[in-house]
């Protein structure tokens, strides 16, 4: 089966949705595993809230909703976008003042 | 954002001073600091003293679902609101997700029964709008592996219900008639049958069996016959071989949503057993509402007994057809349309891409496009058996929806779920505005003459 629009694979299989990628250490806390997804190290989730069982449509379907998300509320709501070292410099340059 | 100041000199308080467990530059006491901020839940089952009449069947359940429901009772964001299809015609707070979940934690406490509740969990569609709008799931579901779940603790009441023979008497017929005809009643009174379950293909000579079948849902099979048709005949334009089941049952789907479980779990192993069979490895399914049974149920269900299985959905798969160059609409359809994102699809699996892509292939629409991300707030009311119970909510529901269609000044509405398009056909009517499923939109453009029926057999009338 060929790829679809965003270049994954069509088509649901069961045995391919609970093997996300090997996960690369970012943090002391935190691993990533697919393009853009960050996940809690899950040793942090043993003990009071346990982790769900999380096929990987489901990280992804969510990593890539909350980007459709906040581009649509840049759309809606924002009249630019400021980097935040800009912020930073200016509240320096206020504190000098 | 947390505050990590833990003023000077540092200190070990992690009441006064949170910190990130882990974290390497933690001072030295907090990476031995036990947690005892929460205490462990107390248990329910054992140790009960002599004479304690024990756990009520609401509060073993609790045990299975508080995490569940404190995820949202404890953070009462309440961003799901004004996304839910049924808060927005309703305002009734007990139909909302915070208080599907309230109620857990009530039935935990003992304060509540199921009894008290089982009718307010009526009133969802599980069409996923709040669990996706829910920052416990939009913005850090998949950091921490755990998201908001309403449409499950919804099911997981409404089974409990059932288990407690608590029954809402329009699901109750609604799937003993489905248990008798191995079909949902999609007719009314006209019944459905085994033997007419592949009536709608009539005259297109299809194969039964083989390495692909196409599974075509109850609503389609008996009452909008023209889109398994549509989907017939590109498939066999585009010279993919497929057949249809022997003997094909109903999902199950409807019967796990309104709570019959053991039902849908019958009904579920049937069409596997049937797929088996006729050495079957790949399910193409034009219903959304059928994608989510056999990607979600069915692995449920299975585990790794599902392992050999694929499951295709038929408009992601038209897409990379057309991208491919095996379909070229080419017949020009002078429409001017705008698209319903089905729930099950936008918000439940984030499919939204391959319908517009779609869309944008046939020649002559003007296509007025709402985001996917407005269209979270927007549904048919079509779903979760609330035409069963409520059919008026559902009415309401697609008024509403196809208001925001007249806005944009449309002749057609476009959907890609046979199960939205009977009460936006409905609600259409008042707005002369035209329903119509993807697929039928498509086979036209394609030249297709369809055939079938978009409102049964009874009062049928022709399609594209």
């Known amino acids: 089966m060929n790829a679809g629009s965003d270049g994954r694979s069509i088509g649901y299989r069961y045995a391919e949705q609970h093997d996300p990628p090997d996960p690369v250490r970012v943090s002391d806390v935190a691993v990533t595993t697919f393009e853009h997804v960050f996940e809690v190290d899950p040793r942090l989730m043993e003990r009071w809230v346990l982790q769900q069982q999380f096929p990987n449509w489901d990280s992804l379907r969510i990593m890539n909703s909350r980007h459709d998300h906040l581009d649509w509320m840049h759309r809606h709501f924002a009249h630019r976008v400021v980097v935040g070292s800009e912020l930073l410099a200016e509240v320096e340059q206020e504190g000098r003042g | ?464």
């Open chain 2, 1 to 464: 954002m947390t505050q990590t100041d833990r003023g000077e000199g540092g200190g070990a308080d992690a009441l006064s001073s949170p910190f990130t467990p882990g974290m390497r530059d933690n001072p030295a006491e907090l990476g031995e600091y036990v947690d005892g901020i929460v205490g462990r839940p107390l248990p329910v089952v054992d140790g009960a003293p002599v004479g304690d009449p024990g756990p009520s069947p609401e509060q073993e359940f609790a045990t299975e679902w508080r995490n569940a429901a404190y995820n949202c009772f404890s953070s009462g964001h309440k961003f799901c609101r004004e996304v839910c299809p049924v808060m927005q015609v309703t305002r009734n707070e007990s139909w909302t997700p915070t208080a599907f979940h309230a109620n857990v934690v009530a039935m935990e406490k003992g304060d509540l029964s199921v009894e008290d509740v089982a009718a307010d969990y009526v009133n969802c569609t599980q069409c996923g709008a709040c669990e996706l709008r829910c920052p416990n799931t939009l913005f850090t579901g998949d950091f921490y592996r755990f998201r908001t779940r309403t449409v499950d603790v919804v099911k997981a009441v409404r089974a409990l219900a059932v288990d407690q023979g608590v029954h809402q008497e329009g699901w109750r017929t609604w799937n003993a008639r489905t248990d008798e005809r191995t079909h949902e009643p999609v007719l009314g009174d006209t019944p459905v049958s085994q033997e007419h379950v592949r009536d709608w293909s009539e005259g297109l000579d299809l194969p039964l069996g083989g390495e692909t079948v196409l599974f075509v849902d109850c609503e389609a099979a008996f009452y909008r016959t023209s889109v398994p048709r549509a989907v017939a005949q590109i498939l066999r334009l585009a010279d993919y071989d497929f057949g249809l089941m022997g003997e094909q049952w109903c999902c199950g789907g409807p019967a796990a949503e309104m709570g019959y479980v053991d039902q849908a779990k019958r009904f579920a192993r049937h069409n596997l057993d049937n797929w088996r069979s006729t050495g079957t490895k790949r399910v193409l399914v034009l219903d959304p509402h059928d994608y989510i049974s056999f990607t979600e149920d069915y692995p449920r269900y299975f585990g790794d007994e599902y392992a050999d299985i694929e499951v295709v959905l038929v408009v992601e798969l038209f897409a990379q057809l057309i991208r491919e160059g095996r379909l070229t609409p080419s017949v020009p359809v002078e429409r001017t349309i705008t698209y319903h994102d089905p729930c099950r699809l936008n918000k439940r699996k984030g499919i939204w891409k391959e319908p517009r892509e779609i869309l944008r292939a046939i020649p002559g629409l003007t296509f007025n496009d709402v985001d996917r991300v407005t269209q979270w707030s927007y549904c048919s009311g079509g779903g979760g058996g609330l035409p069963v119970e409520k059919p008026e909510l559902t009415a309401a529901i697609s008024e509403r929806r196809l208001e925001k269609a007249a806005a944009l000044e449309v002749d057609t509405l476009v959907s890609a779920c046979p199960w939205s398009e009977r009460p936006l056909s409905e609600a259409g009517a008042g707005q002369d505005i035209d329903v119509v499923d993807i697929h039928e939109l498509l086979a036209q453009s394609l030249g297709v003459e369809v055939g079938g029926t978009t409102r049964g057999p009874s009062t049928g009338e022709g399609a594209a």
